[in-house]
């Protein structure tokens, strides 16, 4: 069942590593009127990934990243963000990369640990000019890391948990097969702590905490956040 929101709204989901944050966001198209879905992360992985494309190593971009403007990264690598059919593209130099590449798990990990050490300064204020833009027509559905420096003034800030043991299963359906349980489960628990150490996790006084461990479908999960929004 839709709900109608107040026009128009800022919708900010952070998640745990394998919480189905990005799922949710998609399912919350289905169900928010006139929305679009801002994948921030999607954004910082095209950079990481065109990075890694060009031949350098995690440890490598681990060292040339530190302190590096990530905005600046990004326009030197001409990348680039849009919006069809409500979702989230990104282009490098013109050409479209794919969500499942941008969302593999060598991918996931470099991202972590990237932006952990990166300078997000410049980047974050252009994350903000682009909500600005789009909330003008659009209830915005942001996802990503860090959203309330981004947006301090998101209608709603989710952060959505699952259990480490469920948040493992639902990645190894993500990844097919392509990596082993174990490896599934060390991955998660690396980024976690990377996000730990990022602040990436951190509940503010307007956090709202989701846990959707027990949630047995993705439209199960989303209803719990329109909940909040009724």
């Known amino acids: 069942m839709e709900k109608q929101l107040n026009k128009y709204m800022v919708i900010g989901i ?3 590593v394998g919480a189905g944050k990005t799922a949710i966001c998609k399912e919350l198209l289905n169900k928010i009127p006139n929305s679009i879905l801002l ?18 190593s995690l440890e490598d971009l681990k060292q040339s990243m530190q302190k590096t403007d990530i905005k600046q990264v990004m326009e030197k690598l001409k990348i680039s963000i849009a919006i069809e059919n409500k979702d989230t593209v990104i282009y490098i130099d013109g050409k479209k990369i794919e969500e499942e590449q941008l969302q593999s798990a060598k991918a996931s990990l470099a991202v972590s640990e990237v932006s952990n050490i990166a300078d997000n300064k410049n ?107 009724n």
């Not at 994948?39 to 350098?56: D, E, H, K, S, W």
């Not at 204020?125 to 682009?130: L, N, Q, R, V």
């Not at 359906?173 to 690396?190: A, C, L, P, R």
């Open 39 to 56: 994948q921030g992360g999607n954004l910082y992985r095209g950079i990481v990934y065109a990075l890694m494309n060009l031949g350098i």
């Open 123 to 229: 980047f974050y204020i252009f994350g903000k000019t682009i909500i600005d833009k789009f909330k003008q027509n659009y209830h915005v559905i942001v996802s990503g890391r860090d959203l309330m420096k981004i947006y301090p003034n998101l209608d709603y800030h989710f952060l959505v948990t699952a259990s480490l043991e469920e948040r493992i299963k639902r990645k190894c359906i993500q990844y097919k097969g392509d990596i082993t349980q174990e490896e599934v489960k060390q991955n998660i628990i690396k980024r976690d702590a990377l996000q730990e150490k990022s602040g990436f996790y951190k509940q503010y006084q307007n956090t709202i905490l989701v846990d959707v461990t027990n949630c047995k479908t993705v439209e199960e999960s989303a209803n719990l956040l329109l909940e909040y929004m």
């Open 14 to 16: 952070e998640g745990l």
